[in-house]
């Protein structure tokens, strides 16, 4: 079974930085893709960056500059380096894993399959 576990998130000022991991196990196969999702009470799930399993990754375009993503060479842990933080980044940090590449499964409507509990990030003055 694919277990996530999300650590590193808490409360920075704003301009502040804040670097979220992932610590994964249990995967299928080593085609395997991740992402960093986030979400606001009462709003959408948001996706903030990806990894496929190419290695080619992704952002929003609210934190293209700031975020980087980045997974060790054995793909156990994924991390989320986030610069020049804003109020607006506040919300709920989700780590998610799928077999199929996240682009592929953002192109057809889909989530991914497996999700971690989230680590909350509030950005405040």
């Known amino acids: 079974e694919v277990q996530l576990v999300e650590s590193g998130g808490g409360s920075v000022q704003p301009g502040g930085s804040l670097t979220l991991s992932c610590a994964a196990s249990?995967?299928?196969?080593?085609?395997?893709?991740m992402g960093w999702f986030r979400q606001v009470p009462g709003k959408e799930r948001e996706t903030v960056a990806t990894?496929?399993?190419?290695?080619?990754?992704t952002y929003a375009d609210s934190v293209k500059g700031r975020f980087t993503i980045s997974q060790d060479n054995d793909k156990n842990h994924l991390y989320l380096q986030m610069n020049s933080l804003k109020p607006e980044d506040t919300a709920m940090y989700y780590c998610?894993?799928?077999?199929?590449?996240?682009?592929?499964?953002?192109?057809?409507?889909?989530?991914?399959?497996?999700w971690g509990q989230g680590t909350q990030v509030t950005v405040s003055s």
């Open positions: 990894v496929d399993s190419s290695g080619r990754t």
């Open positions: 249990g995967y299928p196969n080593s085609r395997t893709s």
């Open positions: 998610a894993a799928d077999t199929v590449d996240m682009t592929t499964l953002q192109a057809l409507g889909m989530q991914p399959k497996y």
